[in-house]
Every structure is written in C-alpha cells, then in structure tokens.
C-alpha cells in the first residue's frame, strides 16, 4: 500500500476548481510525498464517493459546486461555521472513517482582509456600517466572519429581497444587526460603510458587469470583491481610481485552503506571492 498522503477536491464539473495547484504548490514547498486529486463526481454518485473515501486512502476532500449543501447530510460530523452556513467546504476522514465536515470560507474570507486592514479586523470597523452585496451561500460565508468580528451593523444589498431576508433569519446574530437594501437603494446603504463586500457573480468573467453608484462611499472604505477572475473586477477599478484601498479575492481562496492542508498534511502553509503566482496561471 502506498504512504502516499492523499486528499483532493470533488466536483461536477471539477476540471475548472484552481485547488489542485494550489495544494500542489504547497505540497512541493514543504516537500511532502502527498496527493491531491480533482474528482468529477456527480451528484447521484456523492453519498457512494464520501464513504468510500477512507477505504481509497484518502485523508480528506474539499467540496466543490454543486456537493457543498448536500454534503451535510452525509457526514459525521460537522463544525459551527459550517452549521451556521449551512455548507461544507472541507471533510477530514478522522479515526474510524468518521468524516468531520467544516467550513472555512468565512476563515478564509477575514483571514485575507487580516492580511490587508488588521486594524479594521480587530476593531470590527469600529462600530461603521459595513455594506455586502449578494445573499447567497457567500454572502452567508462573508456574514458569519463580520459577525465574528463585532461588526455593528451589516447593510445587505440584493436584488431579491427575500432572499436577504431569509438570510438574515436563518443566520443567527443577524438579526441583531442587519438592514435589507434593494439593488434600487444600494448607492444609499454606503453612506459612512467602513467596508464595501461584493459577493455576488457580477462582474466576473462573463457575467453582467456590477452597476453600483459608489459616490456615497466614504473615501477611506475599503473595498473588497471576492471575484477573483478577472483579479481586478470594474468594481475595484472604480473603487481604486477614486482613491479608496481595495482587497482582490485570490486571497480569500487562498487562506480559506489553509486549515484542509494542515488537517491532511500536517503543516499550516502560508499564502505567499509566490502561490499567489503560481495559482494566478492556472486563471
Ligand atoms: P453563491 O453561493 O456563490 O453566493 P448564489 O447563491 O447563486 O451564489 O448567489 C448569487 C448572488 O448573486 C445572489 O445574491 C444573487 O441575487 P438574487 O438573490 O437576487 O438571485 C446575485 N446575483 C446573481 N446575478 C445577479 C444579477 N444579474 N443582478 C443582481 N444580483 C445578481
């Protein structure tokens, strides 16, 4: 039997997920003799693909669209990110084949802007608003870390407002904090933000470009879009010609693969430019 550490990502479609060079690059920086594999697994086929993952000698999986809900049904265990999210990114096989499901989405999401603003982090903004647009699974990821932070209150920009109101009652803290904006009032949800979060698909490659007035956008806001391709989307552009500091979303892939590589592999890597670059090729 091979010693060969094996972990990988399970997806349908799979082909496209940037993790297997991103745990690659990791692998051969700390010189660990480790796989990590992209698995096309259809749905039908996933409860089949998760219990035979300890037989198959694998250490743990990321999860990928379209496995990331269905999965928390199937596993063992699951960690309060994931609970709260109500999604799971990442499983390690623990003893007995027992399959502990988590989520690192909303690590990845704050450890990124730790990097950029760690002032902003550790004072939740100080009490300034903070603005997310979107309402889906992202926007549940990028709300748990704000909550976690102390934000004081969180305007959530979208365009079905049932969608953010369904948010906002099933994510619990939110309630305490949150005020519903449609795409129509968005401009006035930024008025005095301390951070601008796009979370939505627009604006990425092929998508609808995003149209948000930013005038009322205080001009020390940080703006943040977790869009990675293009790097720098038409929202970060107008953000940065207007003077604001803005954060791309490479990294937000990046540190939310951190925990996963440490539970299969055993060393906490760190997010450098050099993965950086190595991860921007594969876009
Ligand atoms: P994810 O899990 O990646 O967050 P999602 O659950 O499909 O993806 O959520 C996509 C987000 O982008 C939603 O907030 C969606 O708005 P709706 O709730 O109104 O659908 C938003 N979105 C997608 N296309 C949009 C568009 N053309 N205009 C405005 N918002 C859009």
């Known amino acids: 039997m091979s010693a060969v550490l094996r972990a990988g990502v399970l997806g349908w479609p799979v082909s496209h997920s940037l993790s297997p060079r991103l745990h690659g690059h990791w692998l051969s920086q700390y010189n660990i003799d480790g796989s990590y594999e992209a698995v096309a697994v259809q749905p039908e086929d996933l409860a089949g693909a998760l219990s035979g993952l300890a037989d198959e000698g694998f250490r743990g999986v990321n999860l990928t669209v379209p496995h990331k809900q269905a999965a928390l049904a199937l596993v063992d265990k699951i960690d309060d990110a994931a609970q709260r999210i109500g999604a799971i990114n990442t499983i390690v096989v623990e003893a007995g084949a027992r399959l502990a499901g988590s989520n690192t989405d909303a690590f990845g999401f704050i450890e990124n802007l730790r990097d950029h603003v760690p002032d902003q982090v550790a004072n939740g903004w100080s009490g ?3 603005a997310v647009l979107g309402a889906g699974g992202a926007a549940r990821a990028v709300c748990t870390a704000l909550l976690d932070c102390g934000v004081a209150e969180i ?3 979208n365009r079905t407002a049932q969608r953010a109101a369904s948010l906002v009652d099933t994510l619990p803290g939110m309630d305490r904090c949150a005020k519903i904006y449609t795409w129509v009032d968005g401009p006035d949800a930024l008025a005095d933000a301390g951070l601008l979060v796009n979370t939505t698909v627009l604006g990425m490659t092929g998508q609808a470009p995003l149209d948000l007035d930013l005038t009322r956008l205080p001009d020390d806001a940080t703006v943040h879009d977790i869009v990675y391709a293009p790097l720098e989307t038409d929202l970060l552009a107008r ?8 954060v791309d979303g490479l990294g937000m892939l990046l540190h939310q693969a ?14 450098d430019d050099g993965l950086r670059r190595a991860v921007l090729a594969g876009l």
């Open 155 to 157: 305007r959530l920009v």
């Open 258 to 271: 951190r925990p996963g590589f440490r539970a299969w592999f055993g060393v906490d890597p760190v997010v």
């Open 239 to 246: 953000a940065r010609q207007r003077g604001n500091p803005t």
């Open 128 to 130: 300034r608003p903070v």
